[in-house]
């Protein structure tokens, strides 16, 4: 069984900063990549930024220069520090990570945690 949690959402100011963490553990045999999808109230999920075993980012358009993903591979975790915050980067967001198991390690997965609601607001 692999779990991924989360942790760092809540209500911040416009132009605040938030950070989020997201910690996988359990049969864990490597990680492919880690990330964060998002879903705004009545839209569809979307994805904010991933982070590749190998270094490689991948950030939405919307994002880009506000938003920075890490991760420390000691812990399992992945970090979203969300600067400049805006009204419309109000939504639910949620951690998704690739991982082969250690029950079957030739095999990827896909994993998601239970989300963290992030609310701008003055």
């Known amino acids: 069984q692999v779990q991924l949690v989360e942790s760092g959402g809540g209500l911040v100011q416009p132009g605040g900063s938030l950070r989020l963490s997201c910690a996988a553990s359990?049969?864990?045999?490597?990680?492919?990549?880690m990330g964060w999808y998002r879903q705004i109230s009545g839209k569809q999920r979307e994805l904010v930024a991933t982070?590749?075993?190998?270094?490689?980012?991948d950030y939405a358009d919307s994002v880009k220069g506000r938003f920075t993903i890490s991760r420390d591979n000691a812990k399992n975790t992945v970090y979203l520090q969300i600067n400049s915050l805006k009204p419309e980067d109000t939504a639910v967001y949620y951690c998704?990570?690739?991982?082969?198991?250690?029950?079957?390690?030739?095999?990827?997965?896909?994993?998601w945690g239970q989300g963290t609601q992030v609310t701008v607001s003055s």
């Open positions: 982070l590749a075993s190998d270094g490689r980012t």
């Open positions: 998704h990570a690739q991982i082969r198991p250690r029950t079957s390690p030739a095999a990827v997965y896909n994993y």
């Open positions: 359990g049969s864990i045999f490597s990680i492919v990549a």
